[in-house]
């Protein structure tokens, strides 16, 4: 039972890939650049990093508005580097926790007209 309440004592560190660090010289932060910290941050106790939206997005709403839920920006590297980066965070007995917002959009309304 202790086990199912992990996050009660859990050190979280979040962050976006994006400007985290660039491990290909972009200036666009990257997993690659991710997994080469991921000893820094065991060291600093964090259990588990909560990671800001990383897949396609139009980019209107702060990479919220996601295109691809199994994809992963090319700007941030491949779905192989984003396993890498997990396999990673598995062999130090980190935990990996994605936000994903899942938006529904409708059409608004032209205007609704009023019932008298």
């Keep these: 039972m202790i086990d199912d309440l992990w996050y009660k ?9 994006g400007t985290y660090m660039d ?4 200036g666009i932060g990257d997993f690659k650049g991710l997994l080469r ?3 820094y941050l065991h060291g600093l106790g964090v259990t588990a ?3 800001m939206p990383f897949q396609p997005s139009p980019g209107k709403d702060d990479g919220y ?9 090319p700007r941030y590297g491949t779905l192989g580097d984003f396993v ?9 007995g980190i935990r990996v ?5 899942r938006l529904i959009r409708q059409k608004a309304p032209e205007r609704l007209a009023s019932v008298v």
Excluded at 65 to 73: K, L, N, R
Excluded at 84 to 92: I, S
């Design 9 to 17: 004592n859990g050190v979280f560190y979040c962050l976006s890939v």
């Design 65 to 73: 508005d996601i295109s691809d839920y199994y994809g992963v920006d």
């Design 97 to 101: 926790i994605i936000d994903l917002a």
């Design 84 to 92: 890498e980066f997990n396999h990673g965070c598995q062999q130090r």
């Design 23 to 26: 491990a290909n010289g972009d």
């Design 49 to 51: 990093i909560w990671l």
């Design 37 to 39: 910290r991921l000893d």
